[in-house]
Nanobody
Framework: QVQLVESGGGLVQPGGSLKLSCAASKIIFSLYAMGWYRQAPGKQRELVAS???????NYADSVKGRFTISRDNAKNTVYLQMNSLKPEDTAVYFCNAIRGTARYWGQGTQVTVSS
């Protein structure tokens, strides 16, 4: 069974940093596009950042210049480095893997930005 396991969430003050990790198993990780999504209370899930199997990245306008997505195919892991965090970044962050019609989600990790 495919598993995506996120880690690295937590409570951080505004202006702080966190690095999220998502470890994948039971997929050929290098063939999948990977993404980070987030969902705040009462809001729809939204794409934060994505990275293709070839390494091309894409970011939501709200996080450009602050967040960086990267992947390590040897470790079957995708990362999200989040800097200059704002209260509006508070959400549950989900990892996503896509290849063709196959799509998998992690269970999510909570990020709370508050003083």
């Amino acid at each position: 069974q495919v598993q995506l396991v996120e880690s690295g969430g937590g409570l951080v003050q505004p202006g702080g940093s966190l690095k999220l990790s998502c470890a994948a198993s039971k997929i050929i990780f290098s063939l999948y596009a990977m993404g980070w999504y987030r969902q705040a209370p009462g809001k729809q899930r939204e794409l934060v950042a994505s990275i293709t199997s070839g390494g091309t990245t894409n970011y939501a306008d709200s996080v450009k210049g602050r967040f960086t997505i990267s992947r390590d195919n040897a470790k079957n892991t995708v990362y999200l480095q989040m800097n200059s965090l704002k209260p509006e970044d508070t959400a549950v962050y989900f990892c996503n893997a896509i290849r063709g019609t196959a799509r998998y989600w992690g269970q999510g990790t909570q990020v709370t930005v508050s003083s």
